[in-house]
């Protein structure tokens, strides 16, 4: 736990809740999305900006986290419980948790702030910034709109699983390969052909991304993902996994992910019976399928795309990375 003087500092705060690091993904795509548009072979010129993106993502996750009551990120306490846990132990007569939620959402501000002024500082021209900020902001409303989405349909998860690619397309392809190849890409000059190539390959890039994630949140080891391997269930996140598990799901099935799937009480042995239906449905192995056919599609987008070979070779690594990861 940090010290108290370092929990009084808005800048220590969000350093340590930076500081275990995450995947960067949002960071490197920009870097690739730069040299993708034949960006110089010194990254220094777009570092700072794709950092940008790494501490607007910190204002997402910390938000994220309030919305989802998370109790851990990364394998430590979420933001908004460590600051309740500092006033408790200032001994604050009551309303502990509703401060650290609130401190939480003004540091995730913050980190907005931040990320705006950093990505405003990186020492581009303002031709370079004209082309990229039309993109940075179509990102922003992109991953509010996927949340906000996603908002509504935790809870009472349901069959579709056309609905659940539209939240995870605007939730993850396009906020997390999508927009940052594209803005590094503006960065480096690029035209649309370029920017229809890297679309070409993010999207299905993104798709795959997060289906592994859904596949984590519920099958995954906690030890590596960080977060409890529950959560996903005892909130009813609407999934493409769990679309899958109820438009498969028999009777008795059904029954099983109705009476289970968003209980705030929700047990291990619960918890096991939902995973036994998302298994004996096909749903766990159809999303394997679809993580498979994805990167696949994205891999066949690169060949022949007008790209640099040394940005492509990146794109095929992360293509596999982000895919097949197991935390």
Do not use: N
């Not at 730069?34 to 910390?62: C, M, N, Q, T």
């Not at 509703?98 to 990186?122: N, P, Y």
């Not at 392809?173 to 999508?178: L, N, R």
Request: hydrophobic share 45%.
């Amino acid at each position: 736990m940090a010290e108290p003087s370092q929990l009084l500092e808005p800048k220590e705060m969000l350093r340590g809740f930076l500081s275990p690091g995450g995947k960067l993904v949002r960071p490197v795509m920009c870097l690739c999305g730069w040299y993708a548009a034949g960006g110089a072979r010194d990254p220094g010129p777009v570092v700072k900006a794709a950092a940008s993106l790494e501490l607007f993502h910190a204002f997402a996750l910390i938000h994220d986290d309030v919305m989802d009551d998370s109790d851990t990120r990364r394998g430590r306490p979420t933001l908004h419980r460590l600051l309740a846990e500092f006033h408790r132990h200032r001994r604050i007569p009551g309303h502990a948790e509703r401060c650290g939620i609130h401190a939480a959402v003004l540091l995730g501000d913050l980190a907005l702030a931040w990320s705006d002024e950093m990505f405003h500082t990186a020492g581009r021209s303002p031709a370079q910034i004209r082309a990229a900020r039309p993109l940075l902001d179509t990102m922003r409303g992109e991953v509010m709109l996927g949340q906000y989405l996603d908002l509504l349909a935790t809870g009472r998860p349901i069959g579709e699983i056309g609905h659940a690619l539209t939240i995870s397309r605007f939730k993850t392809a396009k906020y997390t390969v999508e927009r940052p190849l594209h803005i590094g890409a503006a960065l480096a000059g690029a035209g649309r052909t370029i920017l229809d190539a890297l679309t070409a390959y993010a999207l299905p890039v993104g798709e795959a991304f997060q289906l592994r994630d859904d596949l984590l949140g519920v099958f995954g080891d906690p030890r590596k993902t960080g977060k409890p391997v529950d959560d996903d269930l005892r909130e009813g996140k609407y999934t493409v996994l769990m679309a899958l598990g109820i438009a498969r799901a028999d009777c008795a099935q059904l029954s099983v992910l109705r009476s289970l799937v968003g209980r705030s009480d929700l047990d291990t042995e619960q918890a096991d019976a939902i995973r036994g239906v998302l298994v004996s449905t096909g749903a766990r192995s159809a999303v394997e399928q679809m993580i498979s056919s994805r990167r696949r599609r994205a891999l066949s987008a690169l060949r022949g795309a007008p790209l640099p070979p040394h940005a492509i070779t990146a794109l095929r690594g992360l293509a596999h990375a982000t895919s097949a990861r197991s935390s």
